[in-house]
């Protein structure tokens, strides 16, 4: 059975400062991997994904992705946080969600 | 851009009543979702509809849910006889291609039941 684990419920960073959230995962067979983003009243929309090539993804708003085969994660990463990233995020592993990691901008 | 819409943004419903939600996906996408969000917690999937059949469902999409694509445009997710329990927000989605590929997702339709 597939499964997704965010470790982080909540994590708060300045602007400007680096941001990661982890993601792992369990899955038997090649994992199709995603990670979505949240704002508040919003749907969901993805961020990035990951099939097969290249393990570091690039997706959208300057977020990227990591695939460790070895350590069952996909964790999603950003150089510089604006304001507005400020959102919920979401990793999922086919068509299983993890509980969301929500994210907190200070000035 | 092309979007998922869906209707209404907010149901109020009494326990024991059926409910209809509604969605129309992107017009050229072949595949269709259902998935709920319990205040507070994980999205969770209930339902994918390829064909005018379901095509996997999990143990949630028990016998009181039911999809349906009844024209060229809506899909709609049924809730026979509401339980408390179902409150909660439901996001439509939709692909073009199978589930691995990009999932467009609707604003969502808050259901209360009260």
Known sequence: AQSVTQPDIH????????????????????????????????GLQLLLKYFSGDTLVQGIKGFEAEFKRSQSSFNLRKPSVHWSDAAEYFCAVALSFGAGTTVTVRA | ?????????????????????????ISNHLYFYWYRQILGQKVEFLV???????????????????????????????????????????????????RTDTQYFGPGTRLTVL
């Open chain 2, 1 to 25: 851009e092309p979007e998922v819409t869906q209707t209404p943004s907010h149901q109020v419903t009494q326990m024991g009543q059926e409910v209809i939600l509604r969605c129309v996906p």
């Open chain 2, 48 to 98: 994918s509809f390829y064909n005018n059949e379901i095509s996997e469902k999990s143990e949630i999409f028990d016998d009181q849910f039911s999809v349906e694509r009844p024209d060229g445009s809506n899909f709609t997710l049924k809730i026979r006889s509401t339980k408390l329990e179902d409150s909660a927000m439901y996001f439509c989605a939709s692909s073009v291609g199978v």
């Open chain 1, 11 to 42: 994590i708060t960073v300045s602007e400007g400062a680096s941001l990661e959230l982890r993601c792992n995962y369990s899955y038997g067979a090649t994992p199709y991997l995603f990670w979505y983003v949240q704002s508040p009243g919003q």
